[in-house]
């Protein structure tokens, strides 16, 4: 059984306590498949008061974060995680999406620097690996971002989930979302279960599944069934 380790440099460390400590993640690092080390970036500022932003240079608004406890701080994590792969949480990285996630859970150490205030001084870039966001908008801080990763990536990882068809059976997998699912009641307020999933017919059911996937995919998110097309070409 491999651990995987996860380092979060953060100055909200408390902001991880309940999410890391509930369900899937909670077990798995009972369980010693995952371990998740927070790391308060204000331990490594030299600044006498623990500050770790200051005034943009150039003029405008808002804080920026100093690139010299950031850097710090990933130096001293990567001591004990040779070769681990450093991200940084912005919202003018790459992409996150779930081809990334399956990317970062075979991967034994991931380092995620979280920004705050207006974000962090460029110069950071030259020390991490990538810079990755979570989608096109901004929020707070990195912490959610990094979160948002941690349960994405934890759940691709052997051993976490119980069923392993679940996750790859799931929305995004062949860039296709996840057909309707249904449970019991089998009518509820007028509203039927398709006829097809409670035949016990397998072959029909799956066509089914495959077909209503389908159809949602190209109704709600079109540019997946490109993406696939795009691959294969
Ligand atoms: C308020 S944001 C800074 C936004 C920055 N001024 C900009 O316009 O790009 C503060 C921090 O939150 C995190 N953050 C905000 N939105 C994010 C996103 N969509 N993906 C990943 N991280 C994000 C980053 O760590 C960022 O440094």
């Known amino acids: 059984m491999k651990t995987h380790r996860f380092d979060i440099i953060t100055i909200f460390p408390g902001m991880f306590e309940s999410p890391l400590n509930e369900s899937i993640l909670k077990r798995a690092r009972d369980e010693g498949l995952l371990e998740i080390t927070l790391h308060d970036l204000r331990d490594y500022t030299l600044d006498k008061h623990r500050r770790v932003d200051d005034c943009p240079f150039g003029g405008g608004v808002g804080l920026v974060m100093n690139v010299e406890p950031i850097v710090r701080a990933i130096e001293a994590v990567r001591e004990n995680r040779p070769g681990a792969r450093t991200i940084l949480l912005s919202p003018g990285g790459q992409s996150f999406d779930q081809k990334m996630a399956w990317e970062f859970s075979r991967e034994e150490n991931l380092i995620f620097v979280c920004g705050r205030y207006e974000g962090v001084d460029e110069r950071v870039l030259n020390?991490?690996?990538?810079?990755?966001?979570?989608?096109?908008?901004?929020?707070?801080?990195?912490?959610?971002?990094?979160?948002?990763?941690?349960?994405?990536?934890?759940?691709?990882?052997?051993?976490?989930?119980?069923?392993?068809?679940?996750?790859?059976?799931?929305?995004?997998e062949g860039n296709r979302l996840e057909h309707p699912q249904y449970t019991k009641p089998r009518e509820f307020r007028g509203l039927k279960v398709p006829e097809v999933l409670l035949s016990g017919h397998h072959r029909k059911i799956q066509d089914w599944q495959r077909e209503e996937a389908l159809k949602k995919t190209a109704a709600i998110r079109p540019d997946l069934l490109k993406k696939e097309t795009e691959r294969a070409d």
């Open 127 to 172: 020390f991490v690996d990538s810079a990755v966001s979570i989608g096109d908008y901004v929020m707070a801080g990195g912490e959610v971002p990094a979160m948002v990763i941690v349960e994405a990536v934890s759940r691709l990882i052997p051993g976490v989930v119980g069923d392993e068809n679940s996750i790859i059976e799931e929305s995004f």
